[in-house]
């Protein structure tokens, strides 16, 4: 996340890019909660019961789309680069910090979420409840990690894009 302190370019594209940029890490927090907080309620359903209905609607079946907003974060930051009129680059310490945060949210992304997020929609598709209530537990385990990973550092990343160091 990129956030101008000191003599932002005098830029309407600049300054609409920024509220873009803001609004991709605000939705990413805000998709990757409902994930997290839909894995939990899946989580906690007991052997012999139904899914809850409102884990069975957000694991429906496909992909996890959503969760990748996370993406469109240093999209939005290279085109703040491009319009800042020199007043940013690849040469200020933020801009670098913000980059390395974002490829260990990817990361974490990539590598617990998603693929946990896919494993629980399979789970959910295939039977009106769980089976073996260890097997949901474990898949929401794994996500709510990755989450708080994530969560963690589009946090800090914002810390570091409002103080520039």
């Known amino acids: 996340m990129l956030v101008a302190s000191q003599g932002p370019p005098a830029s309407k594209l600049f300054d609409v890019l920024l509220i873009v940029h803001v609004g991709f890490v605000v939705v990413t927090l805000v998709v990757v ?24 609607k957000f694991f429906s079946p496909g992909r996890e789309i959503a969760g990748r907003l996370l993406y469109g974060i240093p999209a939005t930051g290279i085109l ?57 537990q474990r898949f929401a385990s794994r996500l709510q990690w990755g989450i708080d990973g994530i969560v963690l550092v589009l946090v800090a990343g914002a810390i570091v894009m409002v103080a520039q160091p």
């Open 33 to 56: 909660g409902a994930l997290y907080l839909a894995a939990g309620s899946v989580a906690k359903t007991n052997e012999g019961s139904s899914w809850p209905a409102s884990g069975v």
């Open 80 to 136: 703040l680069l491009m319009t800042s009129e020199g007043h940013y680059g690849w040469k200020n310490p933020f801009v670098i910090i913000g980059l390395t945060l974002w490829l260990v949210g990817v990361a974490l992304g990539e590598g617990l979420v998603f693929p946990a997020a896919s494993s629980l929609r399979q789970l959910v598709a295939a039977s009106s409840g769980p089976g073996d209530a260890q097997e949901p």
